[in-house]
């Protein structure tokens, strides 16, 4: 049985000479907008694309390892899983080890689609 994929589809739009890009129609439009080419850009760095590569071949078992592997602070590594989790890029895991509960980020998404309509 093959693997079903999962697609993350992200549409820029023109508008009165700009782009504005809608994740998902579905969703609340203030939720999901981006006022431009350089917000997907941003929200597609270099930075992320590492972060999301180390958690598929790596699979950390917290932020906290996923910071370490990364060599970046928690705090960084933090800000940028809860932009990728709040665009369906990942999803945090809750498990319980002694008395903590830790978060471990999980990729939820195959490939992006990005479509641009002019």
């Known amino acids: 049985m ?20 809608f994740k998902d129609r579905k969703k609340k439009k203030e939720d999901f907008e981006f006022s431009g080419i350089l917000a997907l850009r941003q929200l597609l760095s270099n930075e992320r694309a590492r972060m999301l590569y180390t958690i ?15 060599g970046r602070s928690f705090k960084s590594v933090s800000d940028d899983i809860k932009l990728l989790e709040r665009f369906g890029f990942i999803e945090l895991i809750e498990e319980k080890t ?3 509960i830790r978060h471990k980020p999980e990729i939820i998404v195959d490939e992006v689609h990005v479509n641009i309509k002019i």
């Open 2 to 21: 093959a693997k079903k994929t999962k697609t993350r589809d992200i549409t820029i739009m023109e508008s009165k000479g700009t782009f504005s890009i």
């Open 56 to 70: 598929k071949t790596q699979n950390p078992g917290s932020i906290y390892h996923l910071a370490k592997m990364l």
């Open 98 to 100: 002694k008395k903590r």
